[in-house]
């Protein structure tokens, strides 16, 4: 179809309209540059000791939450933490974490991240001139920026990336497990009821193939936490994430609640384990990234294949 004028792909820094950001490699001579762009991937990756990208099946379950605030709780554990938002079409990260509007800087080597107290954030909303425009590309253009998102971005040391990947297991997070190299593991975001958990299920099968070790299993809204009081209460059906978990043979990590609290912080561009840090919800989602964190010091359970 002919895109006519005004239409299509937001203007990207450094691209014209519906294109990529320029990638290091692009124009005559594709042999000898492409391998430089290779090598310089190859080099930024070098310099990232763990990687873990965050899944789910469906949409609406809440796996952004779970990846911002593992993030948060990497940083809040004194770890050198960046966190990457691939999801091109519909990116929550610069929401939640009161990122709107901000914009990443550069120069004709790299971009620089955005710095969020220590914190290195970079999603494709930090480059969009509204928060209203779409992002119209197919699959290959899509890759494309998740490369230069990986190789063409001065994430500098880092003891985490941390990877917030869009629902299903297509172009995106197979684009990540391709050009990030070796995986230390997914952690995959389900809520409780069938229709989520049927799709965990295909996120599992897909780490699988692609070799990429499960770290585990979240349910996400699993009861419903009284602001008041604190006392959890089954609203919903539960138990689905566990199950399936169990009948794929990979790590349950945990069940977290609906707490009206969390809604509040995501909203508010607030990270919830920071400044919600005493409340049970908080506590819960500590136990659950404990065995993520342990990866570090080589103890826990590990990973599920």
Excluded: Y
Excluded at 18 to 32: E, F, K, R, S
Excluded at 41 to 57: A, D, P, T, Y
Excluded at 149 to 156: E, K, T, Y
Aim: proline share 8%; net charge neutral.
């Amino acid at each position: 179809m002919r895109r006519r004028e005004g239409e299509g792909p937001p203007e990207i820094a450094g691209g014209g309209r519906g294109d990529p950001l320029p990638m290091v490699g692009q124009g005559p001579g594709p042999g000898d540059r492409e391998l430089a762009a290779q090598r310089k991937l190859e080099s930024r990756l070098s310099r990232i000791r763990r990687k873990v990208v965050v899944l789910s099946g469906k949409g609406g379950v809440g796996k952004s939450t779970v990846a911002v605030n593992l993030a948060i709780s990497l940083k809040m554990a004194g770890k050198r933490v960046g966190l990457l938002d691939v999801d091109i079409h519909g990116p929550s990260v610069p929401t939640m974490l009161g990122l709107e509007g901000a914009s990443v800087g550069g120069d004709p080597e790299a971009l620089i991240p955005v710095d969020l107290d220590g914190l290195k954030v970079l999603s494709i909303g930090f480059l969009l001139r509204s928060a209203d425009d779409a992002v119209i590309w197919r699959g290959p253009m899509k890759m494309q920026v998740i490369r230069q998102f990986l190789g063409d971005v001065a994430w500098g040391d880092l003891d985490w990336l941390v990877v917030d990947s869009p629902p299903g297991t297509g172009d995106e997070p197979l684009s990540v497990i391709q050009v990030a190299g070796k995986l230390d593991g997914a952690v995959i975001v389900t809520t409780p009821q069938k229709v989520a958990a049927v799709d965990v299920r295909k996120s599992i099968t897909f780490c699988r193939k692609l070799d990429v070790p499960i770290l585990g299993v979240v349910e996400n809204m699993s009861g419903f936490a009284c602001p008041r009081c604190g006392e959890v209460t089954p609203i919903l059906r539960s138990g689905g994430g566990r199950k399936t978990a169990e009948d794929m043979q990979v790590p349950f990590l945990g069940s977290i609640p609906i707490d009206p609290a969390i809604a509040e912080a995501c909203d508010g561009g607030r990270a919830f384990l920071r400044d919600f840090a005493a409340s049970p919800t908080a506590r819960i989602l500590r136990e659950i990234f404990r065995p993520i964190e342990a990866l570090d010091e080589g103890v826990g359970g590990g990973a599920g294949r």
